[in-house]
Every structure is written in C-alpha cells, then in structure tokens.
DNA sequence: GTAGTAGTTAAAGTTAACTTTAAGTCAATA
DNA sequence: TATTGACTTAAAGTTAACTTTAACTACTAC
C-alpha cells in the first residue's frame, strides 16, 4: 500500500511541504519515486516518519536526526551506535521533564501569589507575608526568586 | 544596590546582549539609567527577570511575555489577569510534561528495541517478536508505532 | 479534451531569538 | 595624560525549521 505525499502528511498531522523539505534536507532516502518522479510513501516510511518526530520531540536537530537515518541505512553494524543514540535521548528527555517541573513549580508559586493578591485586592499582601505564613512547599521557590 | 548589564547577564547566565535585547525589545521598562545612560539593575529587576525566564521556559514568546510586563506595570487593576495568565501557563506547562513522558515512552521502546538487537547481533530479532514476546508496557508504543 | 486537483523543483521569504559588528562614550588606573 | 575595559546604540548577520511562490507536470472525472 502506497501514500502520496499528501496522504501521508495528512497522515502525521503535518504539512505536505514539511515533507518535502525533510526529503531535501536528505532526512528520507528511504521513499520511493513513481517512474514520473512521485514519491510513494509505504508503511514502513511511516515508522521512519513517526521516529523522526519522536527525535525532534526530544530537542534533536534535524541534521542530527539525518545522521541517525544514515545509521540505519548502515544496517545492523550501526546498532551499538544507535542504542548509545537513544539513551541519550532519554537523558535528554528526562533532564527536560525535570527542567519542566521546576517551572512548574515557579508557576505554581505565581499561581498562589496571584490567588493571595486577588482576595486581598493587592499584591502587597502576598508580598509582605513572612516566609512562615506561607505555603511550606513554596517558600522555597520564593527564596529562589529573590536571592542568587 | 546595583548592578551592570554584564553584573546583572553573569548573574542569570546569559549574555549582556540578550539583556540588551530585552530591553530593546520592551520587555525592561523597569530598568533605571544613570546620568550617563547605562543601565542599573537592582534587586527587584532580578526577580523581573526571573518571572520572564520561567514564563520563557513555558514556552510563551517575547512579545506576549512583553504584554505581562505591562500587566505588572499597570499595578493591582491587573492581577486578576496576571492570575488568568498563570493558570493558562500552568496548563501548558503540564501538557508539555505529559508530551515529554510520552516521547519518553518512544525513546524507552527504542532502548529496549536496540538492547534486544544488539544481544541478537540484528535487528530482525525484535523486528520479528509477536506482542506477547515483548514487554508489556512496550506493546502498546510498537503498536502505536506501526500503525495510524 | 479540458478542467481541476495534486504532484514536481528551485529559490526566495518568514519568524523568533539572539549575536555580532562598528563606532563611539565613560570611569578608573598606570 | 594615556590606556584599558566595560558600557552605549544602530544596524546587520545568523540559525533552524519551515512556508510560500512560480512555473511546470501528471492523473482523474466529466
């Protein structure tokens, strides 16, 4: 079974055009041509599509990305790179999920910082409670705010 | 106390031209000058920068933390919007993690996909597993994978 | 057979967030 | 007084990842 360009764009939730400058950008070598010059997408393509995202996902370049595809192409004498490729992604992504919770943390601060402001009808209040009447678990990050 | 740009960029850890940028940009209107027009940062312009840092880090851009800036100018009529603007940053924030964990999933899968190879020697091992030969939690992200 | 829709390329344009450069000012030290 | 180093601005340059445009070709429906 085969995909246009635009079936296959459609496909992965992305412009057709998107495609296209993967392909220029030598990221698809894999896809098949058409004897006119059509790109016929198949199922494996597909794969290839969804692990190229997946590495986006993780903040990889796209000229970093093209690497890994020529990895592949290697064939399996390229597996140990690989391996070593995604599990430094997956410390990639898991600094980044840690790196999200302490904004979240911050945000959760101004959440309540906000919340104490608006009973009061003033951000002095919030801002001139002493580190005891506050939250325990966001006295932390205030102090973070002020200090170095 | 006070601080220059390049006092104030060490400080953050980024660069005095980003500062500068900032600035340019609109995103300072707090910050004083001397007589001979260079710039004094003080402690509270610290704590600016911080929130426009975190709010960076949630993903908003430049021009829209800009417009929380001149939230924060207007004074206490706004916090019920910087209240609003937070809980929004809130719920992106977590939409980000949960992104992130299921990009974890993939790159966990391909951890597990090359360990298996590499024992192998190829790849066509865990290509050719049946779902009941694999791991569990895994089947539902190969699964994922291949089709739609 | 013609209209319409989707495909093709090359090349130029876009956007965000900086970074660099050039030319100059200012304050402190040798 | 001269040098040094950090500051200033405006303007141009950079980078990544697309997106758009123009000019063309190819397949499908009527």
């Known amino acids: 079974m085969f995909y246009t360009i635009g079936e296959m764009a459609k496909k992965l939730g992305v ?3 998107t495609l296209r400058y993967y392909d220029k950008e030598g990221l698809l070598p894999f896809v098949e041509r058409s ?5 016929m997408f198949n199922d494996s393509d597909y794969e290839f599509l969804k692990i190229i995202e997946c590495l986006k996902h993780t903040g990889m370049q796209l000229k970093d990305i093209k690497k890994f595809i020529y990895l592949v192409m290697e064939g399996d004498k390229s597996i140990d790179d690989r391996l070593l490729l995604f599990k430094k992604r997956k ?3 898991e600094k980044q999920i840690e790196k999200l919770q302490n904004t979240l943390d911050v945000v959760n601060f101004k959440c309540w910082y906000y919340e104490t402001a608006k009973k009061a009808g003033t951000t002095a209040v919030p801002d001139n409670m002493k580190d005891e009447e506050l939250p325990e678990e966001l006295r932390k990050i205030r102090t973070q705010l002020k200090n170095e």
């Not at 004897?35 to 790109?39: A, F």
Request: a negative charge; glycine letters at 10%; hydrophobic letters at 35%.
């Open 15 to 17: 412009a057709a055009s």
């Open 35 to 39: 004897e006119s010059g059509i790109r």
């Open 91 to 93: 410390e990639e992504v």
